[in-house]
T-cell receptor, first 112, second 114 residues
């Protein structure tokens, strides 16, 4: 199906473990984003990418790593998960700079 | 950097009543403005957007929003709320030509009473 997908949808892990959240889009959008959603904070940008092999930090990048070797994929890695990274993570993509972003269904991550 | 405030954390309205969700932004120029809706367990869906031109914009599901530069506001309205409108609503402000710098409000949760 066309669109933007995220996997897994739910993940429970332990402090100190490495976790990778996957994001895949079928539109060939140039721009992709990772947000985290926490109660009272709305969505906060973690990282974004303007094209394959071009990534940059957002508002809250500490503790996260991204890569984008292919246009359609934008994985987010928590190198050593902490409890403060318990959150809902959303991936989004956009075709045009500054325009509408299309969101995936989210990944709920719990770090014990 | 721009910022956005949604003053109301939670609003309850009766089905059939009118709705207005408030959004105030801070930005040095005319921003790009968006309203998104999030149903439980879902991602965000765009309701409407404003870039320039007519300050009253129409969106999907019968929603509209009005950009008021003098008040730095972009309030979302609907004349008659349906039970299916119960969701979380997010206002977002973007900086033109700067796609990475979109800021979201904390959201307003809408409850619809039968």
């Amino acid at each position: 199906d066309a669109g933007i997908t995220q996997s897994p949808r739910y993940k429970i892990t332990e402090t100190g473990r490495q976790v990778t959240l996957m994001c895949h889009q079928t539109w060939s959008h140039s721009y992709m984003f990772w947000y985290r959603q926490d109660l009272g904070h709305g969505l906060r940008l973690i990282y974004y990418s303007a094209a394959a092999d071009i990534t940059d930090k957002g508002e809250v990048p500490d503790g996260y790593v991204v890569s984008r070797s292919k246009t359609e994929n934008f994985p987010l890695t928590l190198e050593s998960a902490t409890r403060s990274q318990t959150s809902v993570y959303f991936c989004a993509s956009s075709e045009v700079r500054g325009n509408e972003q299309f969101f995936g269904p989210g990944t709920r991550l719990t770090v014990l | 950097a721009q910022s956005v405030t949604q003053p109301d954390i939670h609003i309850t309205v009766s089905e059939g009543a009118s709705l207005e969700l408030r959004c105030n932004y801070s930005y040095g120029a005319t921003p790009y403005l968006f309203w998104y809706v999030q149903s439980p367990g879902q991602g965000l869906q765009l309701l409407l957007k404003y870039f320039s031109g007519d300050t009253l914009v129409q969106g999907i599901k019968g929603f509209e929003a009005e950009f008021k530069r003098s008040q730095s506001s972009f309030n979302l309205r609907k004349p008659s709320v349906h039970w299916s409108d119960a969701a979380e609503y997010f206002c977002a402000v973007g900086a033109p030509y700067n796609n990475n710098d979109m800021r979201f409000g904390a959201g307003t949760r809408l409850t619809v009473k039968p």
